[in-house]
Nanobody
């Protein structure tokens, strides 16, 4: 299973970024997918996940109301729209497939760096 993450970068506080995770059609249509992040010196933490049909979505409390996860069925991608970014959102963001609850995933993509300046 290959997951290709893209869209990270440097943005000022209050700004927006959109992350994208491209998967194969088979993966996209068969497993719950999501995003995790890991800040320097901290453990990796759950950000958001979306069910196969998109009818069940979960967010970490820290991003509720600011981040939106959604499926792009034309591109077989799971995107994370991040608005109102804060310096504490700075982390390496990882795409995941086969997400179980808010702690485990069967497959991981490479990370993409998000840096929010104050």
């Amino acid at each position: 299973v290959q997951l290709q993450a893209s869209g990270g970068g440097l943005v000022q506080a209050g700004g927006s970024l959109r992350l994208s995770c491209a998967a194969s059609r088979r993966t996209f249509n068969s497993v719950r997918m999501g995003w995790f992040r890991q800040a320097p010196g901290k453990e990796r933490e759950f950000v958001a996940a979306i069910s196969v049909r998109g009818d069940s979505i979960d967010y970490a409390d820290s991003v509720k109301g600011r981040f939106t996860i959604y499926r792009d069925r034309n591109m077989y991608a799971v995107n994370l729209q991040m608005n109102g970014l804060k310096p504490e959102d700075t982390a390496v963001y990882y795409c995941a497939a086969g997400v179980v609850g808010a702690t485990q995933a069967a497959y991981w993509g490479q990370g993409t760096q998000v840096t929010v300046s104050s």
